[in-house]
């Protein structure tokens, strides 16, 4: 699913074979966690194809190592220029850039100067899909920010997600939701949150969640919709109470959500204004900018 035969990977300054590429064993990620990555978009557009904030993303993965003690060796302009070329290599317009950060063998508590750089590329469908999921507030709760770097992207916090996300998967539910330990809400497994109540948007600030770049887009798309968007604190219980909600994230792109915990929201989607911002959205992601151009 992720490559064939015919896939080009980058590792540490290499173009080879994806079945070619190697990891020791004992490298520190695998044992402990400590590595980091990012996930990337790229769209086709009349000119080729746009990786959409292709800077942010990758000033995000120099932040998330400097935070985790990994000397990356690359600046965002060679890791910008990698991930084109890696497109290019493999024929890709439309699809989604996973670069990984991942250290040499090393048993110990200390980060190692072993740093390899990984990325590869494929097709990926929305990640949760288009119709409107079915979400249940997790049992488990987003990391206490003092207990790690919730706001960067690294290897060893995903297990908070997968954990989530096979619950609310067992349990019958499409997605998670997850509380912050303060028992307000934070965000999806790998999404962040905002619902819609009378107009206005609500989404959970910064400190106990991973603060994304889509996110951050919505907002600025917002702004320019003159939707008035909220950063603030809120429990489940006025969620419940709203008109719309919907999850945000770079494989996720914009993905309305039904219930949560049961609970319907009462708005229609298609006249909401996730709707718009996701059209908006669509849009955006071909230019890096808003082209104001009629969706068909
Ligand atoms: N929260 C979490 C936990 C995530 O893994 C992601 C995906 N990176 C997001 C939010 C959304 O971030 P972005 O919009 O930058 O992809």
Redesign the pocket.
């Known amino acids: 699913m992720y490559y064939d035969q015919n896939t080009t990977v980058f590792l540490d300054g290499k173009w080879i074979a994806a079945g070619e590429a190697k990891a020791d064993l004992y490298n520190q990620t695998m044992h402990y966690g400590n590595g980091v990555f990012?996930?990337i978009r790229a769209y086709q557009n009349a000119d080729g194809c746009n990786i959409f904030k292709a800077k942010e993303?990758f000033e995000?993965l120099q932040y998330s190592a400097t935070k985790m003690h990994i000397g990356l060796p690359y600046s965002v302009e060679e890791l910008i220029h990698i991930s084109y070329e890696l497109l290019d290599k493999n024929d890709l317009t439309n699809a989604y850039i996973r670069p990984l950060v991942y250290l040499g063998a090393n048993m110990s508590l200390m980060p190692t100067d072993e740093v390899h750089v990984f990325m590869a590329a494929w097709q990926w469908e929305k990640y949760l899909g288009d119709t409107p999921l079915r979400v249940i507030v997790s049992s488990y709760q987003r990391p206490n920010p003092k207990s790690c770097h919730v706001e960067a992207?690294v290897v060893g916090?995903?297990t908070n997600?997968i954990l989530a996300t096979t619950e609310a998967k067992k349990l019958g539910y499409d997605e998670a939701l997850l509380l912050d330990m303060h028992g307000n809400v934070a965000?999806?497994?790998?999404?962040?949150f905002f619902y819609e109540k009378e107009g206005i948007l609500y989404t959970p600030p910064a400190g106990n969640?991973?603060?994304?770049?889509?996110?951050?887009?919505i907002m600025e798309l917002a702004k320019d919709l003159s939707i008035h968007v909220v950063e603030m604190h809120f429990t489940i219980e006025e969620v419940y109470g709203a008109d719309n909600a919907f999850f945000?994230?770079?494989?996720?792109e914009v993905a309305p959500i039904e219930s949560v915990n049961g609970e319907t929201f009462k708005g229609s989607w298609e006249e909401s204004a996730g709707h718009s911002l996701y059209l908006m959205y669509r849009q955006k992601v071909q230019y890096n900018e808003y082209q104001g151009l009629t969706i068909v």
């Open positions: 990012e996930g993303h995000r992207k916090h995903y997600s965000e999806g497994s790998g999404a962040n969640i991973l603060p994304g770049i889509t996110r951050a887009t945000v994230g770079t494989a996720t």
